[in-house]
């Protein structure tokens, strides 16, 4: 393929949490980031600095030579804000970071589109190895297909393709598998807080069972008193939560779901 990635300028429309993680990844990479937009001076400065770029905070003054333009905002702002990213932009690549928006936003004004989803959670103080995170392209051609693939397989050894329903489902599991979870990590630390206890006990149970879902399937990995629906230990945990009804709630309804769901899996087996 002719396509040379490194020729090819990018500029970051966005510059929180994914926007940051992903330009120092290019740019370690030897990509050329031309420029980084963020509605703050803060956010775009600080950026900026880290991959060499100019910083700007007006749409109006960003760059309109031709380019790689990777979209990572809030999915309420992208939609605002599509009219004048698109503006003067039309023969140039634009991608969205987004798992929940569709491929079709950017509707019929645009030569060159697609989606550019790396499925990892970020934080700026906290740098991942993109070798190991999974790319979901999708574009509006198999031109731009190849393209966003070869720029992708620069970063990670994961790289697929998913349209926009199936990384709907995606978003949707991640959230499950990724918001969810820390939340429950937020509860259990408030509990523990409560009995003077560190979180830190648990970093080495919650790391097993992370562990374990790499050679086990989820449903082989559950462990607890809801599998057997054992009624006297989730009696006295219930009572414990007396003081917490929302907990109490999340607790109930967990286990509950835990108990039907092995069950139903423990007779699919047998039929």
């Excluded at 929940?100 to 989803?117: A, C, K």
């Excluded at 050679?215 to 054992?230: E, H, I, K």
């Amino acid at each position: 393929m002719s396509f040379q990635i490194k020729e090819l300028p990018v500029v970051f429309i966005g510059a929180g949490k994914l926007a940051t993680n992903l330009a120092k990844a290019m740019f370690e990479n030897e990509f050329q980031i031309l420029e980084v937009y963020s509605r703050t001076k803060e956010s775009a400065k600080e950026l900026a600095d880290n991959v060499n770029a100019k910083w700007v905070t007006d749409l109006q003054n960003l760059t309109t030579k031709n380019a790689l333009y990777i979209v990572s905002l809030k999915d309420a702002a992208l939609v605002d804000l599509l009219p004048q990213i698109i503006k003067g932009r039309e023969t140039s690549l634009l991608v969205h970071t987004a798992g929940s928006i569709p491929m079709s936003i950017w509707g019929n004004t645009l030569r060159h589109y697609g989606v550019f989803y790396p499925l990892q959670t970020f934080s700026k103080k906290h740098e991942v190895n993109f070798k190991e995170i999974p790319f979901f392209i999708e574009a509006s051609s198999p031109e731009d297909e190849d393209k966003l693939k070869v720029i992708a397989l620069a970063l990670s050894e994961k790289v697929f393709i998913a349209d926009s329903e199936q990384r709907k489902s995606l978003h949707l599991s991640a959230v499950f598998a990724c918001n969810f979870v820390n939340h429950m990590y937020a509860l259990a630390a408030d509990l523990l807080q409560k009995y003077q206890l560190p979180f830190e006990a648990l970093l080495p149970l919650i790391d097993e069972t992370a562990r374990k879902v790499h050679t086990l399937s989820p449903d082989q990995a559950q462990t607890g008193p809801a599998v057997r629906y054992d009624e006297s230990v989730i009696k006295k945990h219930l009572d414990m939560l007396a003081d917490e009804p929302s907990m109490q709630d999340i607790y109930r309804m967990l286990s509950q779901s835990i108990h039907i769901y092995q069950s139903y899996i423990t007779t699919k087996k047998q039929d």
